[in-house]
């Protein structure tokens, strides 16, 4: 029976280290992983074309290479290496001292000149359009000339029309009173006439 008890202390005692071995081995393994960063960093290359490795040691094997002032993204970071993304979209480890957080001398040029070259177009694209809007405004300003011309022209035409108007309208009024001072007179003669006969009877 004793002997019994006493292996079953032994295998218990056995299971208890190996359960701490295996915590110990899973807290080693995290304090040794690299840190998760909070968001990709834009990162280039210098010096000499980069290895990709497939992990964070010269142990692992080669991947590719990111050459020398090359932008790339890093995804994480830990004890000397930098897991990273190149711009062809190829993943994988190396030296993070080879990365740095500005683009190189040309790499910037580049981007100056190429700056340079979209606002040069842009101004190009504003003084086009102020000229068109010039044109537009000269185009409407002689049209605007025009119609005050015909507007003036219109309104002496319809000045001449109304005094044409008024002068006919006393030639009638005159011709009606002539008339009827005519038709007066002949109508005042035949009464006097008719009057002279009757005497006479």
């Known amino acids: 029976m004793r002997a019994r008890v006493s292996r079953g202390r032994a295998g218990c005692g056995g299971r208890s280290v190996q359960r701490r071995a295996v915590v110990l081995a899973l807290w080693a393994a995290v304090l040794c992983a690299p840190a998760a960063p909070a968001g990709a960093e834009t990162r280039w290359a210098t010096g000499a074309p980069l290895e990709i490795r497939s992990g964070s040691s010269l142990g692992y094997r080669v991947l590719g290479q990111v050459e020398a002032g090359e932008r790339v993204e ?25 990365l740095d957080t500005e683009a190189p001398p040309r790499k910037r040029l580049d981007q100056l ?9 842009e101004l190009a694209a504003s003084q086009a359009e102020q000229g068109r809007l010039e044109t537009a405004a000269g185009v409407l300003e002689g049209r605007g000339g025009e119609r005050d011309a015909e507007l ?32 007066g007179s002949l109508l ?14």
Request: hydrophobic residues 45%; aromatic residues 6%; positive net charge.
């Open 152 to 183: 003036e022209r219109l309104l002496r035409d319809n000045a001449r029309l109304s005094a044409g108007v008024r002068w006919v309208e006393w030639l009638v009024g005159a011709s009606i009173l002539a008339f009827g001072m005519l038709i």
């Open 113 to 121: 000149e190429r700056e340079t070259a979209r606002l040069r177009g």
């Open 74 to 98: 890093v995804l994480q970071e830990g004890k000397g290496w930098a897991r990273i993304r190149s711009a062809a979209g190829q993943e994988g480890w190396v030296v993070a001292d080879q």
């Open 188 to 201: 005042r003669g035949v009464v006097s006439g008719r009057r002279g006969s009757r005497i006479r009877l």
